[in-house]
């Protein structure tokens, strides 16, 4: 069975960088089948994408969060990572991390997610 | 961008009556790319529906996706305890701008 987990600060400064990481178990990231992406909700709010990657490193990111985002992955440990340059208030929220098909963008396995809060 | 809007904000219903959540997209979804997800409280969304109407593994047959263009429905036919949840739809045949409704709060009555 597929699980992705989220790991990082729970906790950044404004202006400074949020960094997670989505670590993959019961699956390759490496499959051909599959790009990798980050999806994001404010506390009570809906779902917004922020980008997804290929095993390749082949990104492709939501044109309004792009100028500060960076997607990587690390196919020798399983992982991608998702870093947010120049962090506000307005970025604080529960953070997922998901599968979607390579053909598709709909997402069939996700991440239990993780909070994370802008606040100094 | 594509912009979806969800109706109503918030169904109030029993257990055992049947549900009727909208989807309308600002321009049309190419493909029927448009997929459906149940979020509870504290939970990551789940995949009930993709391609506006195929199943997700799994997913209970109670559960149907219609629709095409811009307009889409999401039935519940008859709501189980389970089933209370917000709803969610998104559409990803305008890549690379994926976006998703603003949600459909199934409550009890």
């Known amino acids: 069975q597929l699980q992705l987990q989220e790991s990082g600060p729970g906790l950044v400064k404004p202006s400074e960088t949020l960094s997670l990481t989505c670590t993959v178990s019961g699956g390759s990231i490496s499959s051909s089948s599959y790009y990798w992406g980050w999806i994001r909700q404010p506390p009570g709010k809906g779902l917004e994408w922020i980008g997804s990657i290929y095993y390749s490193g082949s990104t492709y990111y939501n044109p309004s969060l792009k100028s500060r985002v960076t997607i990587s992955v690390d196919t020798s440990k399983n992982q991608f990572s998702l870093k947010l340059s120049s962090v506000t208030a307005a970025d604080t929220a529960v953070y997922y991390c998901?599968?979607?098909?390579?053909?598709?963008?709909?997402?069939?396995?996700w991440g239990q997610g993780t909070l994370v809060t802008v606040s100094s | 961008e594509i912009v979806l809007t969800q109706s109503p904000g918030t169904l109030s219903l029993s257990p055992g009556e049947r549900a009727t959540l909208s989807c309308r997209a600002s321009q049309s979804v190419s493909s029927s790319y448009l997929a459906w997800y149940q979020q509870k409280p504290g939970q990551a969304p789940r995949l009930l529906i993709y391609?506006?109407?195929s199943r997700a593994t799994g997913i209970p047959d109670r559960f149907s996706g219609s629709g095409s263009g811009t307009d889409f429905t999401l039935t519940i036919s008859r709501l189980e305890p389970e089933d209370f949840a917000v709803y969610y739809c998104?559409?990803?045949?305008?890549?690379?701008?994926?976006?998703f409704g603003q949600g459909t709060k199934v409550e009890i009555k």
């Open positions: 391609g506006a109407s």
């Open positions: 998901a599968r979607h098909w390579r053909q598709e963008g709909y997402f069939d396995y």
């Open positions: 998104q559409q990803y045949g305008s890549s690379p701008r994926w976006t």
